[in-house]
């Protein structure tokens, strides 16, 4: 007699199956892989070496330090890079996916074990982005903190991630979507946090108030400080938080009355 094979969870199947979906999506793995490399490719080529001063922000404190062009830029266009991807990959997996959780109501998920399914599924990608770059920026900078500057990535994804997701969950056109997330992209996390740019700015409170922020502050810390700036890890924390339960309140919200029409 032939062992009876276990059934996975739902939640954990549709966890697996997001691999398979991602892998079979090659031009979004493309994205994933290729772009990192490319632009920081790119920025290593290009990038001069002069000496120049940036800021860097801690609570109620400003510090400022000298460093070469080529290792500011090099750390800049790993956070620029990583939040755009997490955002549009956000897009790809929140935008279009209640027509299949029509499909997996009949495995008996629930929308909770939907949203755990794919925000895990999501935070895999983004964590492995996260070392992707870090490995990468080791390797052409002197970091002072690895670990930390994971870590910065890490919250540039979510925050990143869980925008992105937000956009796509409240637009009914993808296009739209993409269109608005590398809006803000290039301008938040690749301009305007920017330490060439906002260290000889006019007026920077704007710029404290926008997402990658403190992600940012927190990546260039740990890139050329030996000290952690615990408040902008705190902050980045709460912003994090913060997002992704809009996000998730919003597919929640979603995937509620998806399980009424099947159930009607």
Request: hydrophobic residues 55%.
């Amino acid at each position: 007699m032939k062992p009876i094979k276990k059934t996975p969870h739902p939640s954990l199947r549709l966890y697996q199956l997001s691999f398979i979906e991602l892998w079979r999506n090659r031009f979004g793995l493309l994205l994933l892989i290729v772009i990192p490399i490319v632009f920081i490719a790119i920025v290593e080529w290009t990038s001069g070496t002069n000496k120049i001063p940036i800021d860097l922000y801690r609570y109620h404190e400003t510090k400022q330090i000298i460093l070469s062009q080529h290792d500011v830029n090099l750390v800049f266009i790993g956070a620029a890079v990583s939040g755009f991807l997490t955002a549009y990959y956000a897009i790809l997996l929140f935008h279009r996916n209640f027509e299949y959780f029509r499909h997996c109501i009949g495995m008996g998920l629930s929308p909770i074990g939907f949203v755990n399914a794919r925000f895990l599924f999501f935070l895999t990608v983004t964590t492995i982005l996260a070392a992707l770059i870090s490995l990468i920026l080791c390797y052409l900078v002197k970091i002072e903190q690895p670990f930390s500057i994971f870590i910065g990535f890490i919250f540039v994804g979510i925050i990143y991630g869980a925008f992105g997701g937000a956009v796509g969950l409240l637009s009914k056109d993808i296009m739209v979507a993409i269109l608005l997330v590398v809006l803000m992209a290039n301008l938040d996390a690749g301009w305007l946090q920017n330490p060439v740019f906002y260290t000889s700015a006019q007026d920077t409170g704007f710029i404290h108030w926008l997402p990658a922020f403190y992600p940012t502050q927190t990546i260039f810390a740990a890139a050329f400080t030996k000290k952690l700036n615990s408040w902008s890890v705190l902050l980045s924390s709460i912003y994090s938080i913060g997002l992704l339960v809009i996000m998730l309140l919003i597919v929640h919200l979603k995937l509620r009355k998806v399980k009424k029409w099947w159930e009607t």
